[in-house]
């Protein structure tokens, strides 16, 4: 037995009733919950972690609010109860019935300018999400909560404190809440479990006026449960779209760009329009 295996058995030992497996690492099983979007869901292994952050990052038109409103729409679809943090007054409830969200089952919370609350406290808007997000993850009963950041500038977005996002994650864990920020960059840092980067590839076309759909990829980050997984469809070049049944999502597989790694990248096309 190697020396430094005994002097770790020693040591654990000797810790036992106070630190149980000091210095062994212990696994621990990570509850997720399916995007409906089935490459997406390869690629984290089952889904969106429970209790837990998620960011989904991404410039204009890179398929980050889809994503996530595929998500809610298969929890809604399931009767459970879900939120909109609506920062910029941003989301357009036609387009999250459209893909299958039962709006009876949303809350959306709508952050207004100061104009627009003459005689109430003017709150920048960014400050009323973040109070929203807060009284939602304390009063639990949410199976997903979405605070939608997508509008704020990211410097504005990383000057939220640390202790705030920290505060964020213990609520969720304790609630089994998943949340999930929606951004142009990360800033949820540490407390963050899952970071998504969304690109929009390519338009799919009808001749030369007629827009059918978008393409888009989605590159993973960082993921702090489960190792890394390969997404590989066997093929040599991009292959045609092929929709499947996750509700208003499809899917298609082919061979990445070479700047993105296959093994954190998945990719997924938005329903036709």
Known sequence: MP???????????????RFPAALSPVSRVVETAPTGIGEVDDLLEGGLAVGAITE???????????????????????????AWIDTDDRLDP??????????????????????????RTPWPR????????????QAGGFAAIVLDLAGTAAEHSRRIPLATWFRFRQAAARTRCSLVVLGQAACAQSSAAVVLE???????TEGETILGGFTFMVA?????????????????????????????CGGWSGKPPASVRPETCAWYAEQSL
């Not at 980050?221 to 045609?240: D, T």
């Open 198 to 204: 969304c690109v929009q590839l390519r338009p799919h």
């Open 94 to 119: 036609e387009s999250a019935a459209a893909t299958g969200v039962a709006l009876r089952r949303l809350l959306w919370v709508r952050c207004r300018s100061a104009a627009a609350m003459a005689n």
């Open 220 to 248: 993973r980050s960082l993921q702090r449960h489960g190792p890394a997984v390969c997404i590989s469809s066997g093929m040599e070049e991009p292959g045609p779209l092929t929709m499947d049944d996750s509700p208003g």
């Open 56 to 82: 989904f990052v991404g410039t204009e038109c890179s398929g980050r609010t889809s994503l996530a409103l595929g998500f809610l729409a298969r929890l809604t679809g399931e009767d459970r109860l879900c």
């Open 3 to 17: 020396a430094s295996t005994l002097l770790r058995r020693q040591i654990e030992r000797t810790l036992e009733r």
């Open 126 to 137: 960014l400050e009323q999400a973040i109070r929203a997000t807060d009284l939602l993850l």
